[in-house]
């Protein structure tokens, strides 16, 4: 475990020292111009290293999005995380130990070329719609921020990358990580990452959503529901709680390996995942069975008022009895009439058949943020940013007035 005050200089290696020019952030000029600081960073190696203070943060973080709260992450590096890659958690807290914020971070080492850059990227993959640092609402939202990119900084002979992604572009936390790794130094380069299309539900229930979409849909839905129901070989469940999540859970992999997915690369995520909502409450998993076989299943988490829509799978055999508009229409039904949401989130993705049921679009980006002061971030900067750019960082860093 790794604490700094906002007012302290960080460790780095002795070379690092040696041959670069000190440094002066924004946090160290307040503390020689007397400035009180009540913020520190501490970076943690695993969640459960946190203090008790952090379990409130990590609710207001679940309010926000399942995909910030605690269950999700343990899960992610439970199943996920390859043994013996380092985990590192940069906390904020007050000097009296209340947790302000939190950025969860993996570090994965160079591979294969001599001069691969180490990265240090966000806890997130392919399986995360999103991700960002998760900031207390009791406190200067930008100041957390600040500290949490001061706290890599301090950490820069350690890392040449760090990749933060997907973020909200329009949230508050984009802009935020942003300017405060660019105020401490450090080059930025941001690149977009996916759509993604909502549903604001504004307190309609399901009949009036209903009314509101395409004649085709209002005329199709019904009657592949209707198709489906008639015989008592077929049904549709959702399944939220008890024995039935096992049972469901070994259908859906089924479902899965006869669909057009590619395999899973981590088996044990998605059950994971499904044991975690399960258990808090949040899992509402629908099925539909053909002829008493499973056909088609999807996994949806509601948590905040907010249902995601996470994981979609049908049997190809079943395809032309629209299984999947079935199964959408109903959980729609359930999550507007029963769990009474307010948003709808089809996540990752701009598939047509996503813009016809959702109402809004956003975009998620990614923030590369690169270590000016190492050889191999440097050549990152002159990657990702442009050969000037490098240059001119080496002309600040340096003094030199010319570089070639």
Known sequence: MRAYSNSAVGNESEGLRRNLPAVSSPFEEQARNGAKLDLKTICYPDLGALPESYAALFEEGASESFFLSRPWFQNYIETVVPPGTPVNIYGVETEQGSARGALLMQHTQPRGAMLAPTIMEGLANYYSPCFAPIISSHGDFRSIVAALAEGLWRDRG??????????NQASPAFAALVDAFRTVGIVVQTFFCFGNWYLEVGGRTYQEYLGGLSSVLRKNIPYNIRRLEKSGHNRIEIVTQGDEVERA??????????????????????RGLVKTAKESGWLRMGMIYVNNEPAASQIWIVRGGIASIYKIAYDERFAKLSVGTALTAKLMQHVMDIDKVRIVDYLSGEDEYKRVWMSHRREFWGILALNPRSIRGLMQIGRHVGGSAAKKTVRKLFGWSRIH
């Not at 859970?249 to 998605?270: N, R």
Request: hydrophobic share 40%.
């Open 158 to 167: 350690s890392w040449d990358v760090v990749k933060l992604q997907p973020v």
């Open 249 to 270: 859970l070994g259908d859906y992999e089924k479902i899965y390996s006869a669909s057009w997915k590619i395999k899973e690369a981590y088996p044990g995520f998605v």
